[in-house]
T-cell receptor, first 113, second 110 residues
């Protein structure tokens, strides 16, 4: 499978715990994006990387959220001290810089109890 | 802001044609995307319009008017499997992020 891969697919955690998600982009894509989606809404931008550089981070993003892409390949998204309001689908996408088309992974569904 | 507006839901009959409209703010606009999303699945890419006009791809076509801040997705010969959410998304200011509408939930009935 050469698409965008996310792990885990589902995560259930208790309020206050830390969670980390992983995204493996399409191999030749240098841009990687994180979005969050809640039921009945479109995806909401969180942050994106070009190679290993984090180029933009949403102003709405709490400082409990951090993302890395240390070698310009896979990326991790960590949420510290989770809250019930963090429950959502976390989507990763990647794109080739020239073509701008973003291809999405299947997402990680987070449930905070 | 960069609000993307599209209808919340639509219903159509199998075999028919449906048009899903989307409006967006034009300042800094660079391109318009349509994605299809089945429940519980990832959005899948349908189309990308940068220039004015209609782009056809099989049963699906997408139209863009940059001056009017308007796009539509046209689905022909509807099939039951076309029941899904259709997401309109805009690219602004050479940035990488997409701004999404809330999605249009399309129900195709027999």
């Amino acid at each position: 499978d050469t698409g965008v891969s996310q792990d885990p697919r589902h995560k259930i955690t208790k309020r206050g715990q830390n969670v980390t998600f992983r995204c493996d982009p399409i191999s030749e894509h240098n841009r990687l994006y994180w979005y969050r989606q809640t039921l009945g809404q479109g995806p909401e931008f969180l942050t994106y990387f070009q190679n290993e550089a984090q180029l933009e981070k949403s102003r709405l993003l709490s400082d409990r959220f951090s993302a890395e892409r240390p070698k310009g390949s896979f990326s991790t998204l960590e949420i510290q001290r989770t809250e019930q309001g963090d429950s959502a689908m976390y989507l990763c996408a990647s794109s080739d810089r020239e073509k701008n088309i973003q291809y999405f992974g299947a997402g990680t569904r987070l449930s905070v109890l | 802001g960069q609000n993307i507006d599209q209808p919340t839901e639509m219903t159509a009959t199998e075999g028919a044609i449906v048009q899903i409209n989307c409006t967006y703010q034009t300042s800094g606009f660079n391109g318009l995307f349509w994605y299809q999303q089945h429940a519980g699945e990832a959005p899948t890419f349908l189309s990308y319009n940068v220039l004015d006009g209609l782009e056809e791809k099989g049963r699906f076509s997408s139209f863009l008017s940059r001056s009017k801040g308007y796009s539509y997705l046209l689905l022909k010969e509807l099939q039951m499997k076309d029941s899904a959410s259709y997401l309109c998304a805009a690219l602004y200011n050479q940035g990488g992020k997409l701004i999404f509408g809330q999605g249009t939930e399309l129900s195709v009935k027999p």
